[in-house]
């Protein structure tokens, strides 16, 4: 599941004042987003760079989820009060109903809540809102997500469904709260939180806050709110107060209700004595100039009257939580309570003839305001210094383990089940790595290694996660301690390797898999002979992430050189700038489906042979950074453009006179496309694909990148690489039988001749366990007769391109070299 991933700094180095932040929230009223909005002030006092995105977990839960729950509590509330107090208090009254209740909302909201979370990677995740509360902790308990979570009640009276004993704290409004939410939960970590405000809501300037919303100076203020849906705003209510006494001046603020303002406004009465308001922006005024706030449910709005120092007095409060909060409230003294007009009216009366009925509750509010900090209260499970991951419990001994997996995404699984013995799914790179500058200049350590990693892992949740075999399904299981002594090693070769022994070495330990009894990743250290020189392999299976997620997981294990003051802010793995943007028209998704569908087989060459052995040849050749971007801007292309196009032009000339291509035919290129909402990963397939065919034959550099161009924008417009990823999630759908199968079919010779992946890697100098980092050469997998596969990510320096093939190919690796160098040169002297 999601995790921790470091934000950078603009030198690429983390920096633990930049996090990301997930809120939890639902629209359902307006105090979960309410409660958000002041969570994400809070939290951007300790972190003010922070990336921070938004989960309505009613949208989450499904396509009219949202509508349909926000019909069903206000008919509830409205019309059959009886049935929403009859549901709220059998949660108390029969644990049985309370315990299969949470699970069914918590498993619905986690399924649904699980690719967001994946998606975004965050550093934490605030929660406003019960059910998405469930939801977190029903991922925490089933699929191991090990990022920080926190929830705030929003109500004074926590109910059951707001409590969950996986979550690392649970934060009521009052100490009178505690032993209420314990009662549902005994061995939740419940802690007494600051008010979920804005800073805005505080005590103020009376007088100037009734010259903005021109009230009569003299008069005493009543405040009569009922949230967003204005539950309780009745003429009643409203002429109860007025009758209280001639000073009083109603604000009512109907919120959204326009039938509840429409009736107000009938009623025909003077400004100086009624003010009906629909919607209303600045509540913080409007409470700062009040002398009492009524309202009749107890969340957001006695929770903001309350900051501002302005007693509440809770009149007829609604079924359910809204009684229990008044109740709590009143028992805290925070709150007055009168369950009639008649009460409504003698306490108003009261308040007006004598001071000192209202000088207590604002004594008490203003202390309860005085004594918590919500900037604290935010920062005090997740220490500012360092992030905390691993939050979740550490699975027993004699855990079984495929009791305690949870399933992989399809998108996946997908690569999880194309794997077999001869075609290991692991995607990565190779970093060239200069010698280490501190003290006497030498290649870099193992030891080094091996502390950079260890030191950086509790922040990779990705690589804690091991691919298992759940009967026919594929899962992943939780690692909480990593032997990293296991994972990162060095090649036993010899210290000092020339070339040739490397360049064999980096084949070998590509041509077999990672154990599959652990976490699927490898760190190796190559060290040459070249004066200090060192290389780095890092691999991880394909189900981990694909080549996007990947680079962002590197990204994460470099650091930024200080010397390197201007770095550009193209990081690791973002998406080529000139692909049009997706559109998300569902007529815009059929019509990609529809191409996709009928592209065809791909053409037949003697190229798509069966893996003939698992041994692979590696190639890695180097074109100049700076010439390669030069020179797509030159032909006003993409950098992503060109390095199709110089990859089309090296295998016209690499595979002319072999004989493993078919005269008269086109290459077909599975093309990863990474979706533009989806950059800067660090685990899960995210990318699409485009199908682009390679033409043959003779031509020039510039045909052949207009033909290999047109073909990308073609794709791209057709919407296929959104396409390609929709039915990768639709096959989740498929049996798991049925789904390897798909796998197994489709990502094979019938569909493609060979992969072509291009990113762009970070700008800017970066150093690995202190080693200057030379080029990044990515690794790509092979398929089941798809023997070959290419790779090209751009740094500042190099284009670093890695070519991998099956040996039965009998490639010539100076070949390769050659012709691909030459390929490059082509474009440059055009």
């Keep these: 599941m999601g995790g921790i991933a470091p934000e950078k700094d603009g030198m690429g180095a983390a920096d633990p004042a930049r996090r990301r932040l997930m809120i939890v929230s639902a629209k359902l009223g307006g105090g979960h987003d309410a409660a958000g909005r002041a969570l994400e002030e809070a939290w951007r006092r300790h972190w003010p760079h ?3 995105r938004w989960v309505d977990t009613l949208d989450a839960m499904g396509p009219g989820v949202g509508a349909a729950f926000r019909w069903i509590y206000v008919s509830s509330v409205e019309r059959a009060p009886w049935l929403y107090e009859f549901f709220y208090q059998a949660t108390w009254h029969y644990r049985w109903f309370m315990r299969s209740s949470k699970l069914f909302t918590s498993t619905w909201a986690g399924l649904r809540m699980a690719e967001e979370i994946d998606g975004f990677q965050p550093d934490a995740i605030l929660s406003t809102y019960p059910l998405g509360s469930g939801g977190l902790a029903w991922l925490r308990r089933r699929r191991g997500l090990a990022v920080p979570i926190a929830a705030w009640v929003p109500d004074f009276s926590p109910h059951p469904f707001w409590v969950h004993t996986e979550l690392d704290a649970t934060f009521v409004m009052h100490e009178e709260a505690v032993p209420v939410a314990r009662a549902s939960e005994p061995s939740a970590d419940i802690r007494a939180s600051a008010l979920p405000v804005r800073q805005e809501f505080r005590p103020g300037d009376q007088v100037a806050a009734r010259q903005r919303f021109d009230l009569d100076p003299d008069a005493f203020v009543v405040l009569v709110a009922g949230g967003a849906f204005g539950f309780g705003i009745a003429e009643g209510l409203v002429r109860a107060i007025l009758d209280a006494h001639e000073r009083v001046q109603v604000v009512a603020v109907c919120g959204r209700n326009t039938a509840a303002l429409a009736r107000l406004e009938a009623l025909g009465l003077y400004r100086t004595r009624l003010l009906p308001l629909g919607w209303v922006e600045d509540m913080a005024t409007l409470n700062q100039a009040a002398d009492v706030v009524v309202t009749n449910a107890g969340g957001a709005t006695a929770l903001e009257a309350i900051a501002c120092g302005v007693p509440v007095l809770m009149a007829e ?16 003294g925070l709150s007055d309570l009168c369950m009639s007009k008649a009460q409504v009216t003698n306490r108003i009366r009261a308040f007006v003839t004598e001071e000192g009925t209202l000088r207590s509750l604002r004594s008490t509010a203003r202390a309860h305001v005085v004594n918590h900090d919500l900037a604290a209260d935010v920062a005090s499970f997740a220490p500012p210094g360092e992030p905390a991951l691993n939050r979740r419990r550490a699975p027993s001994a004699g855990q079984n383990l495929r009791r305690n997996a949870w399933p992989m995404r399809s998108a996946d699984a997908y690569f999880a089940h194309v794997e077999d013995a001869t075609a290991p799914q692991e995607v990565g790179a190779v970093l060239e790595l200069d010698p280490v500058e501190e003290g006497t200049a030498g290649p870099v350590t193992l030891r080094q290694v091996r502390e950079m990693v260890s030191a950086r892992i509790r922040h990779l949740p990705p690589l804690h996660r091991q691919p298992v075999h759940r009967g026919n399904r594929m899962g992943w299981m939780w690692h909480d301690e990593i032997d990293v002594d296991a994972h990162v090693t060095e090649y036993p070769g010899g210290p000092l390797m020339s070339d040739t022994a490397t360049t064999e070495a980096i084949e070998e330990v590509w041509s077999r898999a990672a154990p599959r009894d652990r976490p699927a990743w490898q760190v190796v250290l190559f060290r040459r002979g070249d004066g200090g020189r060192s290389l780095v392999g890092i691999k991880l299976h394909h189900a981990m992430g694909d080549g996007t997620s990947a680079l962002g997981l590197l990204e994460s294990l470099l ?3 200080p010397s390197d003051l201007e770095p550009a802010t193209e990081g690791a793995g973002s998406a080529p700038a000139s692909p049009p943007a997706e559109s998300g028209n569902p007529a815009e998704l059929l019509r990609g489906l529809w191409h996709l569908a009928t592209r065809g087989r791909a053409p037949r060459h003697p190229l798509n042979q069966p893996l003939t052995t698992e041994r692979r040849s590696v190639v890695f050749v180097p074109l100049p950074g700076k010439e390669f971007r030069r020179t797509a801007e030159q032909f006003d292309v993409s950098e992503h453009e060109l390095a199709i196009g110089v990859v089309g032009q090296a295998l016209e000339h690499l595979l002319a006179g072999t004989g493993l291509v078919t005269p008269g035919h086109p290459l077909r290129a599975m093309v990863p496309i990474t979706r533009p909402h989806r950059i800067d990963q660090i685990s899960g397939n995210w990318s699409g694909a485009v199908p682009l065919d390679l033409v043959m034959g003779e031509m020039s550099a510039k045909e052949r990148l207009d033909r290999a161009c047109a073909e ?15 039915v990768l999630r639709m096959a989740g759908l498929l049996p798991p039988a049925a789904l390897a199968r798909f796998a197994r079919y489709s990502y094979t010779e019938r569909f493609f001749n ?31 007769n798809v023997p070959l596969a290419v790779g090209i990510l751009t740094t500042d320096d190099t284009a670093a391109i890695g070519l991998v093939a099956d040996r039965g190919l009998g490639l010539d690796p100076a070949a390769v070299v050659a012709a691909t160098q030459g390929a490059f040169r082509e474009f440059v002297e055009a």
């Design 50 to 52: 922070s990336e921070v």
């Design 712 to 726: 990308i924008r073609r794709g791209l417009a057709r919407s296929e690489p959104r396409a390609a990823g929709k």
């Design 317 to 332: 409060p609604i079924a359910a939580h809204g009684v229990a909060n008044a109740r709590l409230m009143t028992k805290a």
């Design 559 to 561: 650091d930024a050189d």
């Design 754 to 784: 060979l992969v072509v992946s291009y990113a762009p890697g970070p700008r800017g100098a970066r150093r690995l366990a202190g080693a200057l980092v030379r080029a990044i050469y990515p690794i790509l997998p092979l398929s089941a």
